[in-house]
């Protein structure tokens, strides 16, 4: 049933995936990529055994970010401009290159000699919980935690800053659009 | 916890300087721009000075941080830089209304840079190449009125991310088939299996794209064109340098069952990254553009230096960064100088330089002869010690090639000098103010330049320190 | 649960690693350019958690380097859009081939 169920997900996956890069308004490509989103949601909590990373990855991902994009592709009121398309020829060439490297990716995985090391049935109760990836958040992965801490400090004050004007250049003044 | 404390000494005082920004601004909001700079530089000197006393070596939070003697050079050389760009920047700073958001910026990368040098791990090494690249794109931007400031600040985000993404793809393969994410037991874990090596190729492109190495380079022009000159000079100097460094010891400790390997990639990136680079700067008409295209030959060549075998490799790639600090913040120190003042960038512009501004004329010439590498000026030994390093392998094809280009370098760099003392100029520069500042940062890389040309105890000293790779 | 193979859980992250790199390079929209490397950046994350319920079990350095990828495209997120918000408003576009004023 799961192993089904696994299948149907992985194809509706793919197959927004590529609405995402191939549809003409990106606002569609927006709400496409939030359904990309909870489909491999889907695939942490329920194949995976991933929870946590997949309730993170609905609230991270598919709420704050989208939601991020989506407001900005509305503010800038883009929908109604047509985006311009490469030319047939470029695509064909890079849908050959990237499917070329998938190739060799593909073969690569299938070689590689990919073996289960430790016991899985311990784990399995383990890899979930919350109370466990709290513990070892704050005692191993300690030094990561805190530069990633300064790290969206920083993102929000380089944000902010370019969400100002500078007064200081005022005298040579804005530079004349095309 | 004291032990901890001076462990972890350098990337303590980077923080607690920004800490101390962050406070001032909120507490003291309308301080002069004078005073902040003053103190700004004042409190980067004592970081600078920090670096050499009470260092430790050892390992911190499990396999999170590591440091020993010749990662506390690689973080005294990069401060150095920090120091030197910090105080040319004055004069263009002075006229800015967010200068500590611009200290904030630029010392979170160097906290990156400082924490990638030291990582052990994976994770640490991604979180600290991330930390010191997103705020940099911001700092790209931070002309925020000019058209190309904002176009060289999109390139460069979307590149870095790029690149991050193969990065992460190799990286997670790497997981896949060694299980565990620190350098020492992924070292022993490889074997050079199919997925390995295209995890190897794909983290190969993610530095080839940080460093800019041919065929990657594409943004570098435009982003160190558009950028402001502080950052451009940032940019190619303690960013590159610092990638370069994790990259020797990414490539000399976990891919090193891997060597006979990534020698050939290493090989044809280095020829590709000269003969590109050397031939893109001799058609460019805009003096950052000229030096973004110098820089990426330059990487060619620090490449060749790689190849060679670890401990002679590791020595001379970082003497050769040193050098490169000093003279690249020379030619960039000027250029800051005249675009602070006159907003001029083009080659013609610095058509009869040496008449209005001998100094001035002279400390370029010589960055630029330390950059083409004539004896005797500190580059020649830089080159020289990484064709020494490359020539070790044997491989006399190569150094043949890196000889032909340092001879087509030769012709582009004497050419800005001919520019400057050569041709006549309707509308010359006027004489240029040089505030104490920027003084004492050129007058650094002029002795920095002319000094380590002369003795060769600074490049025994770092091969001394590398073999405890 | 475990009947599904480990190869095809990673054939479908790989090809959403390169739909994500398609996207990339064949978009013309900022912000679609963006998204494509969201994409890309997911395939990663399922790459790790899979190798670490399958391979790695014991330990979870695959489920935190997940976290921090997630964290850390939220922060470049933020960032790359403030910089799209301060193109479009002297450019009045986002398509990239617009961002020209710069040439060999």
């Not at chain 2, 000399?252 to 044809?268: D, G």
Request: contains cysteine; glycine residues 6%.
């Amino acid at each position: 049933m799961l192993t089904s169920a696994f299948y149907f997900i992985a194809f509706v996956t793919i197959f927004f995936a590529i609405m995402v890069v191939v549809s003409k308004n990106p606002i569609h490509s927006v709400l496409y990529l939030v359904l990309t989103f909870f489909c491999i949601s889907a695939n942490y909590i329920f194949m995976l055994d991933a929870t946590f990373v997949g309730m993170v990855n609905v609230i991270v991902y598919a709420g704050a970010i989208m939601v991020l994009f989506l407001y900005v592709l509305m503010m800038m009121n883009l929908n109604a401009i047509a985006e311009q398309k490469r030319s047939v020829l470029f695509k064909i060439s890079a849908a050959v290159t990237g499917g070329m490297l998938l190739l060799v990716l593909v073969a690569a995985l299938k070689d590689a000699n990919l073996q289960i090391q430790g016991s899985a049935l311990e784990a399995e109760q383990r890899i979930g919980s919350i109370k466990v990836l709290g513990y070892v958040l704050y005692s191993k992965y300690q030094l990561p935690f805190e530069v990633a801490s300064i790290l969206f400090l920083v993102a929000m004050i380089g944000a902010v800053v370019l969400g100002k004007k500078d007064n200081s250049t005022k005298t040579i003044g804005i530079e004349p659009v095309k | 916890m004291n032990e901890a404390l001076l462990l972890m000494k350098p990337e303590l005082i980077v923080t607690v300087i920004i800490f101390i920004l962050l406070i001032l601004h909120v507490a003291r909001e309308n301080s002069s721009p004078a005073y902040l700079l003053n103190l700004i530089n004042g409190l980067l000197f004592i970081n600078f000075l920090c670096g050499f006393f009470f260092n430790r070596e050892g390992t911190l939070f499990g396999d999170m941080y590591v440091t020993n003697g010749l990662i506390v050079l690689e973080k005294n050389i990069l401060n150095l830089g920090m120091l030197l760009i910090s105080l040319q920047a004055t004069d263009w700073l002075k006229k800015k209304d967010f200068i500590v958001e611009f200290y904030v910026l630029l010392l979170t990368t160097l906290l990156g840079m400082f924490f990638m040098l030291s990582s052990n791990n994976l994770l640490m090494f991604y979180l600290g190449l991330e930390l010191s690249s997103i705020p940099l794109a911001a700092l790209a931007n931070f002309e925020l009125e000019k058209r190309k400031s904002s176009e060289a600040a999109m390139k460069f985000i979307m590149s870095s991310a790029f690149s991050s993404g193969l990065l992460l793809f190799g990286i997670s393969m790497l997981y896949g088939t060694t299980g565990t994410l620190n350098f020492a037991q992924l070292a022993m874990l490889i074997d050079g299996n199919p997925l390995q090596l295209f995890s190897f190729i794909l983290l190969l492109a993610g530095f080839g794209f940080k460093i800019s190495a041919v065929p990657f380079h594409l943004w570098t022009a435009d982003v160190y064109e558009g950028s402001p000159v502080a950052v451009t000079s940032y940019l190619s100097v303690i960013s590159k340098g610092a990638i370069l460094f994790v990259m020797a010891s990414v490539l000399f400790t976990v891919f090193k069952p891997l060597v006979e390997t990534w020698y050939n990639m290493l090989y044809l990136l280095a020829v590709l990254t000269m003969i590109i680079g050397n031939l893109f700067a001799i058609r460019q008409q805009n003096l950052k553009r000229f030096l973004a295209f110098s820089s990426i030959a330059q990487v060619g060549f620090i490449l060749i230096g790689m190849s060679g075998s670890s401990q002679e490799a590791t020595a001379s790639v970082i003497y050769f960064v040193l050098i490169y600090v000093f003279s690249n913040l020379g030619a960039f120190g000027v250029i800051a100088l005249v675009s602070a003042q006159t907003g001029k960038e083009e080659i013609d512009d610095y058509k009869g330089f040496y008449l209005s501004n001998p100094m001035l004329a002279l400390v370029m010439t010589l960055s630029l002869f330390s950059l083409a590498g004539i004896p005797p000026t500190a580059g020649f030994f830089g080159k020289f010690f990484l064709l020494m390093a490359g020539a070790g392998k044997g491989n006399f094809v190569l150094i043949t090639i890196a000889a032909l280009n340092m001879v087509i370098s030769l012709y582009y760099y004497l050419r800005i000098v001919k520019v400057m003392f050569m041709e006549k100029n309707e509308t010359p520069m006027e004489k240029l103010q040089i505030s104490l500042f920027p003084r004492i940062s050129l007058l650094t890389c002029m002795a920095g330049i002319i000094l380590i040309g002369f003795t060769t105890l600074l490049y025994d000293y770092i091969f001394s320190l590398s073999t405890s790779f | 649960m475990s009947e599904v193979p480990l190869h095809h859980i990673l054939f479908v992250s790989t090809a959403l690693f390169f739909i994500g790199m398609y996207g990339f390079f064949t978009r013309r929209n900022m912000i679609t350019m963006l998204m494509a490397i969201e994409l890309m950046l997911n395939s990663v994350n399922i790459n790790f958690i899979a190798f670490n319920k399958y391979l790695f079990p014991e330990k979870m350095d695959g489920i935190f380097f997940t976290i921090f990828i997630i964290a850390i495209a939220a922060a470049e997120a933020a960032v790359a859009i403030a910089i799209i918000i301060n193109l479009y408003r002297s450019h009045k576009s986002i398509d990239v081939e617009e961002a020209s004023e710069m040439k060999y």
